[in-house]
């Protein structure tokens, strides 16, 4: 297959959104991809929208019931902090950054989810010490690449703040710009500053307006140096997003009603010892998990009875069968989306129906925005542009699928996904 570009850098801005295209559109960097390049203002996302499943999409081309990442964290039921699909095994099928090295490729990946111990030449996963006796710098160390995870740390380790933003984005930027010195084929980065300020801000407020522009200056930096290094007429630059985000202001705690019911135990400290159903949320939608028939028939009297009273904030109830055709979770009893304004939590403990309190989302309880929620909502699409080698210019696609945007991503490289669930973009492509 004829390789059409020799330099892919992929930046991930987590969070963006359709609904961003018209502020896009005025900023210098962003604006530069838009006129010179392809775009896409309506991409739709796969299901559940939460981040390490839209990841997985992008660089598979499959769905998260194919390429097995079907949501951020385990079923870990009683755990106070889940682990994540954090590791190159929890992928089932080969991805961009495997079959570039099978090429000879040099691949470069900073903070991409799921790529703790993958095989890329300068690696930097996104993991989280997540045990008391761990500690971040290590864990981040046994699961990339050490010696240059240790250069990045020594250079910029002083503009990280843990993992707080913008500090943990202005720390991946300056690597990203490290690194390109390296010249890698294939480049993966993602940033999290606009998904951490409308988590904790809201949707369109004006910190998460702020992180828009900051990325846009990012944007700019990693632009300048794909000059500088003398590759910017031999790459191609893609910004995308990876799904949408929409306010809430009440929180729809399942497991609180679960354990009323007789279907979770707890011991004397609160955890839990036992379950027959649980809730697992995946913001705006959740998985419900049943251990046997009997509770899964009382299981679903209860949901179809709360479903009946809007202010329970379940919208829809997907059956097995039906989550797993809209590319979720088959091995799931039930899938629920959440009304406008609802999420979901994980919870035990106080009310089913939580109203959210700025004191919530200050101590990092609750949050004001959330995403998760089913692609089919108004106004909930993501957004794709593309420019430089290999990209015809002036070409606005009408629409496409998270799904497509792996297939187009090795089409450039001159790979090969194998069977995928969405094709490459074959009307941006300069053949």
């Given at each position: 297959m004829t390789r059409l570009t020799d330099h892919l850098i992929v930046i991930s801005f987590d969070c963006l959104s359709a609904m961003d295209y018209p502020i896009l559109k005025d900023l210098p960097h962003f604006q530069e991809l838009l006129s010179n390049g392809s775009f896409c203002k309506n991409v739709?996302?796969?299901?559940?929208?939460?981040?390490y499943p839209c990841h997985a999409t992008i660089v598979t081309g499959k769905f998260p019931n194919r390429h097995g990442v079907i949501d951020n964290t385990l079923l870990q039921p009683g755990r106070f902090s889940p682990d994540w699909h954090w590791h190159r095994?929890?992928?089932?099928?080969?991805?961009?950054?495997?079959?570039?090295?099978?090429?000879?490729m040099t691949t470069a990946a900073l903070l991409w989810p799921v790529t703790a111990k993958a095989d890329i030449d300068y690696n930097m996963?996104?993991?989280?010490?997540?045990?008391?006796?761990?500690?971040?710098?290590?864990?981040?160390?046994?699961n990339g690449s050490p010696l240059y995870q240790l250069h990045m740390n020594r250079l910029y380790g002083h503009i990280r703040?843990?993992?707080?933003?913008?500090?943990?984005?202005?720390?991946?930027?300056?690597?990203?710009?490290?690194?390109?010195?390296?010249k890698p084929e294939l480049m993966l980065v993602h940033f999290t500053d606009l998904d951490t300020q409308r988590h904790y801000h809201g949707v369109s407020s004006e910190e998460a307006h702020a992180a828009i522009r900051r990325h846009d200056a990012r944007l700019g930096r990693i632009i300048k140096a794909l000059k500088e290094n003398g590759i910017y007429e031999n790459s191609?630059?893609?910004?995308?997003?990876?799904?949408?985000?929409?306010?809430?202001?009440?929180?729809?705690?399942?497991?609180?009603?679960?354990?009323?019911?007789?279907?979770?135990?707890?011991?004397t400290k609160g955890k839990i010892t036992d379950w027959k159903a649980y809730c697992k949320g995946c913001d705006g939608s959740a998985y419900v998990y049943v251990k046997n028939p009997e509770t899964k028939q009382a299981v679903q009297v209860l949901l179809n009875t709360l479903q009946e009273d809007p202010s329970?904030?379940?919208?829809?109830?997907?059956?097995?069968?039906?989550?797993?055709?809209?590319?979720?979770?088959?091995?799931?009893?039930?899938m629920l989306e959440a009304r406008r304004g609802f999420y979901f939590k994980d919870t035990l403990e106080g009310s089913f129906i939580h109203t959210i309190s700025p004191e919530d989302v200050e101590e990092k309880r609750y949050t004001y925005g959330s995403h998760g929620y089913s692609p089919e909502k108004d106004g909930y699409s993501t957004i794709?542009?593309?420019?430089?080698?290999?990209?015809?210019?002036?070409?606005?696609?009408?629409?496409?699928?998270?799904?497509?945007?792996g297939p187009t991503f090795a089409r450039l490289l001159g790979l090969s996904l194998g069977e995928t669930d969405g094709k490459a973009i074959e009307g941006i492509l300069d053949k």
């Open positions: 739709k996302t796969v299901y559940p929208s939460v981040t095994r929890h992928i089932k099928s080969t991805t961009l950054y495997d079959e570039a090295r099978k090429e000879g996963p996104e993991i989280f010490a997540n045990r008391p006796w761990h500690h971040q710098i290590l864990v981040s160390l046994f703040k843990g993992l707080n933003q913008p500090e943990l984005d202005d720390f991946v930027l300056e690597s990203t710009v490290e690194t390109i010195k390296k191609t630059i893609v910004a995308l997003g990876d799904h949408s985000a929409l306010d809430e202001t009440k929180a729809v705690q399942l497991n609180v009603m679960f354990l009323e019911k007789g279907f979770i135990n707890v011991n329970n904030g379940i919208e829809t109830i997907l059956n097995s069968r039906e989550a797993y055709e809209k590319g979720a979770d088959e091995h799931c009893s039930f794709f542009m593309a420019a430089g080698k290999g990209i015809r210019p002036h070409v606005e696609i009408p629409s496409m699928h998270l799904t497509d945007e």
